[in-house]
């Protein structure tokens, strides 16, 4: 956790985007070495995946990385929020 984390859109990446093997999910920050993002799912640790997020001109960015820890971030409605580590 020694990196800054900055929110997507301050690095010119949409806060929507997907995590294999197809959960949708909201960007919360990321940094240097991983990502927090919000899904309507759980998202098991320790689990390899693969985050994929647009850029605003419409280029996909891919990065892989693995499931750290997921905890639920809200009940009504229920969301969860997983660390991502970065390869």
């Known amino acids: 956790r020694q990196a800054a984390r900055r929110p997507a859109a301050a690095i010119g990446i949409e806060h929507r985007g997907q995590l294999l093997p197809g959960t ?6 990321l ?3 991983g990502a927090l993002v919000e899904s309507m799912s759980p998202c098991r640790p320790g689990s390899k995946t693969e985050l994929y ?3 605003p001109d ?3 960015r891919r990065a ?3 499931v750290l820890r997921c905890w639920v971030a809200s009940v009504a409605p229920l969301r969860f929020r997983s660390a991502v580590c970065f390869d």
């Open 58 to 60: 419409g280029r996909r």
């Open 53 to 55: 997020l647009e850029a």
């Open 31 to 33: 940094a240097a070495g």
């Open 24 to 29: 949708a999910i909201v960007v919360v920050n």
């Open 64 to 66: 892989a990385g693995a």
